[in-house]
């Protein structure tokens, strides 16, 4: 899939254009079902862009009422879309098979753009001030934290063989 053109959230969602949106920031794959989640940095709701026609095909509501920075992660064995709301340091879990809503649940800060879903366990891993947190993706209840790891990461590799997330730590550079 290869996007050739910009697209408007707010326009698919009949909303005016404000001055400085940008129109397209983090995006989630449902690798089962060929489905694109696309989140606008200005938008309050979650597009969907069919991978196979690269055809706008509908609109996720995610109980957000203010347009913001949202972070959004997959889960294509549950058909969850996680929401991180960066702006209020809020959690949001939308089933997007029966519209369900669970959040949002609030974080002790964190930035959230680092994650991992684990569709095995139904778990999303997700950085935070607090260390690498661990949520049950079923009801957003934190499960486990990891201190230490989290703030200021780098990148996060899941590793199937050993069942081991690693974490580089940026301020010191070193795997955890």
Excluded at 45 to 61: K, M, R, Y
Excluded at 70 to 81: M, N, P, R, V
Excluded at 104 to 130: M, S, W
Aim: with cysteine; proline share 1%.
């Amino acid at each position: 899939m290869c996007l050739t053109t910009s697209i408007s959230l707010l326009d698919l969602q009949n909303n005016s254009l404000d001055e400085n949106v940008v129109k397209l920031f983090s995006v989630a794959v449902d690798e089962e079902r060929n489905l694109v989640y696309v989140a606008g940095i200005m938008t309050s709701n979650v597009a969907i862009l069919d991978g196979a026609t690269e055809e706008w095909v509908g609109i996720i509501q995610t109980g957000i009422t203010e347009r913001g920075i949202k972070y959004i992660y997959f889960d294509s064995a549950a058909q969850y879309l996680y929401i991180f709301e960066s702006e209020h340091a809020a959690l949001r879990r939308v089933n997007v098979t029966t519209g369900e809503i669970i959040g949002p649940v609030a974080l002790d800060g964190g930035f959230g753009n680092l994650a991992f879903v684990d569709e095995i366990r139904t778990r999303l891993y997700l950085t935070t001030k607090n260390g690498l947190t661990t949520f049950d993706g079923n009801t957003l209840a934190e499960l486990f934290a990891v201190q230490g790891l989290g703030e200021k990461a780098g990148s996060m590799v899941y590793d199937e063989v050993t069942d081991a997330l690693y974490l580089l730590a940026s301020q010191n550079k070193t795997a955890r």
